[in-house]
């Protein structure tokens, strides 16, 4: 009787054993740079910010030896990153083209901070629950359940493990340094055989590679059938945040970022197509130095014919820079905790870190204070036609009242 129990429990212990050993492998084997991400990671935990709308339990798992055991064996056979390393990206020289069309001002400031951030977070959280459950705003999506979005739609979610953070990235919308926060938070990028603790010394390269991140959409190769319910675990528990900007200055970021200076890339993909359908040139040239050298470039009026065209969107999906923020982050599936704004990033910013409990550890980079400004909005759209404008607003409606910007009047009338 002793032998068999003994035999069943050294079964036992064999079969676990294996078991890990599985796990160590396939994670390692299937992203060796990042940390290991399962349900035994912890992340840093401690009192919540003591904002009105945000007090949502936060304890991720229950602290107990066998947890702080397996936290420590898991992790102990996982690599960091082996991108190439660099040097800090160097801010662009003042009045460089670059600087000129993307607005950077790499200057500190002192975040302000309002008495009223958590009263503000509490009502941006609202109006945007409160769209979703109201059938007065229809968009596309809007009904879909999270177990029914297709995996390479999630591709824009950000998960740090090690402090229970999920971000979703909507280009133009500061994002290059809230990447270089997750990679610094997460320790997923090594520099000199230390993961980054600055995140403007993270170069701009690294911080747009998809390897530099763990998102959902990799969760199906990471944990295969598990993958949904990973993700729903995550969702439930962990600070879940975007930012946003007027949906019509951002498009005009867009524009001015990637069509007014010369990027190879968006010349091929979009630039050429856009001046022979609606520009009419049928010899244009190979590069994107010469067209600019020739005098040929994508207007802003070519561009929202682009985005109006119902064939657009038959070919591909819109490029993440002009996407709907509706696309990208699923606002109505995923319950947000955090809503930031471009037009508040230095409030917004510190608030968050606070929440997160890192604000000790970092600060978010000097301002990235893009010159395209909501007040340039009648300049822009001066010479395109109120048809169009009335036609951009729908297509892009569902942003404007979620994230409760006012619909702009004086472009849609006369």
Request: hydrophobic residues 40%; proline residues 7%; positive net charge.
């Amino acid at each position: 009787m002793t032998k068999a129990r003994l035999f069943r429990l050294w079964l036992v212990l064999g079969s676990v054993f294996m078991i890990l050993l599985i796990i160590v492998y396939w994670d390692s084997a299937g992203a060796a740079h990042f940390y290991l991400h399962t349900s035994f990671s912890r992340p840093h935990t401690g009192p919540p910010l003591p904002t009105p709308g945000l007090d949502r339990d936060r304890e991720l798992t229950a602290d107990s030896d066998v947890d702080e055991f397996l936290d420590k064996f898991l992790s102990a056979g996982v690599k960091q990153s082996d991108l190439p390393r660099k040097e800090t990206e160097q801010p662009p020289a003042p009045g460089s083209m670059e600087e000129s069309v993307r607005g950077y001002d790499w200057s500190p400031r002192d975040a302000r901070r309002s008495p009223d951030q958590g009263r503000q977070q509490a009502e941006r959280r609202s109006v945007l629950r409160g769209f979703c459950a109201n059938s007065s705003l229809a968009f596309p999506t809007k009904e879909r359940a999270f177990d029914d979005i297709p995996n390479s739609e999630l591709s824009h979610l950000i998960v740090d493990d090690r402090h229970g953070a999920i971000y979703c990235y909507v280009p133009k919308v500061a994002c290059t340094n809230w990447k270089r926060v997750m990679i610094v938070l997460s320790g997923s990028l090594l520099h000199r055989g230390a993961p980054y603790r600055d995140p403007l010394r993270i170069p701009r390269e690294h911080v747009h590679n998809a390897s530099a991140h763990l998102t959902f959409n990799k969760f199906w190769r990471r944990y295969g059938k598990l993958s949904r319910h990973l993700m729903k675990v995550k969702l439930k528990k962990y600070t879940k945040f975007l930012f946003v900007r007027d949906p019509f200055v951002r498009l005009i970021s867009a524009f001015r970022s990637k069509f007014e200076l010369e990027n190879e890339e968006f010349y091929r993909k979009f630039a050429v197509p856009m001046l022979r359908l609606y520009a009419n040139h049928t010899s244009l040239p190979a590069s994107a130095r010469e067209a600019f050298r020739a005098g040929l470039k994508v207007s802003f009026a070519n561009f929202i014919q682009y985005l109006l065209d119902p064939h657009t969107e038959k070919l591909a999906p819109f490029n993440e820079h002009w996407r709907q923020v509706y696309r990208l982050c699923h606002p109505c599936q995923i319950d947000y905790d955090f809503v930031g704004k471009l037009e508040t990033l230095d409030e917004d910013a510190a608030q968050l870190l606070q929440l997160l409990q890192v604000d000790r550890q970092l600060r978010f980079p000097p301002s990235y204070r893009n010159r395209t400004a909501s007040s340039w909005e009648e300049d822009w759209f001066a010479k395109i036609p109120l048809a169009w404008r009335q036609q951009l607003y729908k297509l892009y409606e569902a942003d404007f009242v979620l994230f409760g910007y006012p619909k702009p009047e004086n472009l849609l009338r006369d």
